[in-house]
């Protein structure tokens, strides 16, 4: 699915957190989203998400335009994930994760669950209660909980935050077959700048809640005459363009 983000704003009393942005992402691509901490990355997915409402500005999903009225037929194909939104700290993996295959209305849920699980690692976890995993496992049920429903649309907030190197590898390879294996839109917020060069098409650089630069990760670094987008990152949000 195509998603086209059309001078979007998002105010929060006097205080500007997210302007004018403008930015498509092609359908099936991967783009990554980046910044420094408060510059409005998670404030522009939780618009995107309809957990924010934003200001001013419009949101098209295949050249339509998304508003509260048509936004539930849209969240059925949409998932999320990020390790900072805590799952249910006294439901089993297992449990949480039916729960949220039921509310997306999967059919087979039990097949479903097996499925993300084995896929993930995740299979002998299933029966231990979520407030009792470590940060590891509890970014890969979050993860899993943001494909239970196959979606078109995925967005991932710092999907291997806090996880050890090993696991990382773990969960960068799995989002990689994913993509070549599931026709999936994919937007990637991430600090992670070796993640982002191996995952995504393009890059939107963002600081204090504007696009300040986009392009490919190598048409980002030879612009800026850097070795790799980390030291490209660094210079751009330094300012020292």
Do not use: W
Request: aromatic fraction near 6%; glycine fraction near 8%; charged fraction near 25%.
């Amino acid at each position: 699915m195509n998603i086209e983000i059309r001078n979007l704003n998002k105010n929060f009393g006097k205080t500007q957190a997210v302007k004018n942005l403008n930015f498509v992402i092609k359908e099936f691509k991967t783009i990554g989203l980046l910044g420094p901490n408060g510059c409005g990355k998670t404030t522009t997915i939780g618009m995107l998400l309809g957990l924010i409402e934003p200001s001013s500005g419009e949101i098209l999903i295949d050249g339509k335009k998304i508003i509260k009225s048509n936004f539930i037929n849209i969240l059925s194909k949409m998932n999320f994930a990020s390790p900072y939104i805590e799952l249910p700290k006294k439901l089993t993996v297992e449990q949480n994760l039916e729960v949220y295959a039921r509310l997306y209305g999967i059919k087979n849920v039990t097949s479903q669950v097996e499925k993300v699980s084995s896929d993930l690692g995740l299979t002998s976890y299933l029966k231990k209660k979520s407030g009792e995993l470590s940060s590891g496992q509890k970014n890969r049920v979050a993860l899993a909980k943001s494909l239970i429903n196959d979606p078109e649309i995925l967005f991932l907030d710092e999907p291997t935050a806090s996880l050890d190197p090993d696991i990382g590898d773990f969960v960068r390879e799995y989002l990689e077959n994913y993509k070549l294996k599931n026709k999936v839109t994919v937007l990637l917020a991430s600090h992670n700048m070796s993640e982002v060069e191996r995952l995504c098409d393009e890059v939107i650089m963002m600081k204090s809640g504007s696009i300040i630069d986009k392009g490919t990760c190598s048409d980002l670094i030879k612009r800026h005459g850097r070795q790799n987008l980390e030291e490209t990152f660094l210079k751009i949000v330094r300012n020292n363009i």
